[in-house]
């Protein structure tokens, strides 16, 4: 599942790339239903303008001129991609908006510049639907602050953490205490930090969620700076169809081998989430690592 780098990678070049089209018309897949549905869809995006384009923790937020906005979640496989109209068409494609745009450039070819967002999704887990100005702030009242925020301090960081009763990777992957994180990076933010992922929350110590939250922020910059992870499955890509590079970098997700220690590194599943860590630099006990 696309997680904090990709999405923001995804947002980041769709509002280079196509705010000030307007959509001038929308096909939806008849196997695919969008929100609340496709003719309400179709009503409340066709002919109005994408004044900008944001998210809200991994979820793609398309700004309309008529208040309403557009929200895309990717879930397992889903793909937001950016093509020409004469581009051949994308397998399992569920929605397209037509957009256009005049400028000066296409007032002198006679005809407006012409893109299309194509939605994909394999799997169909993936969602795309028009909501209001007070759906979007209940959306952001589900989510809690993201690792990047200059607000979160080192003691609120702890204190959300301990807010749950669990280990600490299933923490972090709790939209609803610390948003963003995902199984990629969470797993790789507890290897830098030396925390074991099965560490219960509440022996979480200051100094653990002081160098946890140093970490995450380091390891998501990092994603953000490479575009983004790209699996051996290749569910993800850009907008414009072109993998991210973190993969290259991942710091013992997928690893055999310790990177700094050499052991063989250990694969357990919590809460079905594959999790990689070395049990030498990344121990139960970390009484010998926090001091």
């Known amino acids: 599942m696309p997680e904090l780098p990709e ?9 280079k790339h196509i705010s000030g089209y307007k959509i001038s018309d929308t096909t939806i897949s008849s196997s695919y239903k969008t929100i609340p549905d496709n003719t309400v869809f179709k009503k409340a995006v066709i002919g109005k303008s994408i004044t900008e384009v944001t998210r809200i923790a991994k979820n793609v937020i398309i700004k309309l001129s008529s208040g309403n906005y557009i929200l895309i979640h990717l879930a397992m496989t889903g793909r937001v991609l950016l093509r020409k109209p004469s581009d051949k068409p994308d397998g399992w494609t569920c929605v397209v908006l037509k957009l256009e745009r005049k400028s000066e450039e296409s007032e002198k070819k006679g005809k407006p510049d012409l893109k299309e967002l194509r939605f994909t999704d394999v799997r ?9 100005e007070k759906a979007i702030q209940k959306l952001i009242g589900k989510y809690g602050p993201e690792p990047l925020d200059p607000k979160l301090s080192q003691e609120q960081f702890l204190k959300i953490i301990k807010s749950k009763k669990t280990n600490i990777k299933n923490a972090l992957l709790d939209q609803k205490l610390i948003s963003g994180l995902g199984n990629i990076y969470a797993t790789d933010a507890l290897f830098l930090s030396g925390i074991n992922p099965q560490t219960q929350t509440a022996k979480i110590t200051s100094d653990m969620a002081k160098k946890l939250l140093e970490s995450s922020k380091l390891i998501l910059k990092e994603g953000i700076n490479n575009r983004g992870s790209t699996l051996p499955d290749r569910a993800y890509v850009d907008i414009f169809g072109n993998e991210g590079s973190q993969q290259k970098y991942f710091k013992i997700y997928m690893k055999e081998k310790c990177p700094k220690c050499n052991m063989g590194v250990k694969f357990i599943k919590i809460n079905g989430r594959g999790t990689y860590f070395c049990e030498n630099c990344q121990p139960l006990n970390p009484n010998s690592l926090f001091k």
């Open 7 to 15: 999405v923001h990678t995804i947002v980041t070049d769709l509002n």
């Open 124 to 132: 169909k887990f993936g969602k795309m639907g028009v909501i209001s």
